[in-house]
């Protein structure tokens, strides 16, 4: 670019670029500068009541059901006892013989014969005959 060139595009700069002084942007800057430890606290506080906030929609969504003792279950299924994208997702029916606390269970089938391992209730869901 030539010299001509160079000076025919600071004429036509930005009111912008034209209004600027100096000695206000710094002091913009320090005010500024002041500022950031309030608006991080600001922010801090924002975001922990958006979190508490979605914990307790969460929270809301849940229903708490507790097994006794007799009720009919089923169980999720173990992925070697599906065949195939159609077999059936859960397994059962079992009747609880015991309620271990946490959500765990004990759980015997129509024959008599206990089921090996406890079961947590996030794999069980109701039978309902």
């Given at each position: 670019?030539?010299?001509?060139?160079?000076?025919?595009?600071?004429?036509?700069?930005?009111?912008?670029?034209?209004?600027?002084?100096?000695?206000?942007?710094?002091?913009?800057?320090?005010?500024n500068l002041d500022l950031l430890d309030e608006v991080k606290e600001e922010m801090h506080i924002k975001a922990e009541a958006l979190k508490r906030k979605v914990e307790y929609k969460d929270k809301s969504k849940l229903k708490p059901w507790k097994l006794q003792v007799t009720d009919l279950v089923v169980r999720k299924a173990h992925p070697y006892q599906l065949?195939?994208?159609?077999?059936?997702?859960?397994?059962?029916p079992f009747c609880v013989i015991e309620v271990l606390g946490n959500g765990a269970y004990?759980?015997?089938?129509?024959?008599?014969?206990?089921?090996?391992r406890t079961?947590?209730?996030?794999?069980?869901?109701?039978?309902?005959?």
């Open positions: 670019m030539d010299l001509k060139h160079q000076i025919s595009k600071a004429e036509q700069s930005s009111p912008r670029f034209q209004n600027f002084v100096a000695d206000e942007s710094n002091e913009e800057r320090r005010v065949d195939n994208k159609l077999s059936p997702k859960w397994c059962g004990k759980l015997e089938n129509f024959e008599g014969g206990t089921i090996p079961w947590n209730e996030a794999n069980l869901k109701f039978y309902f005959s």
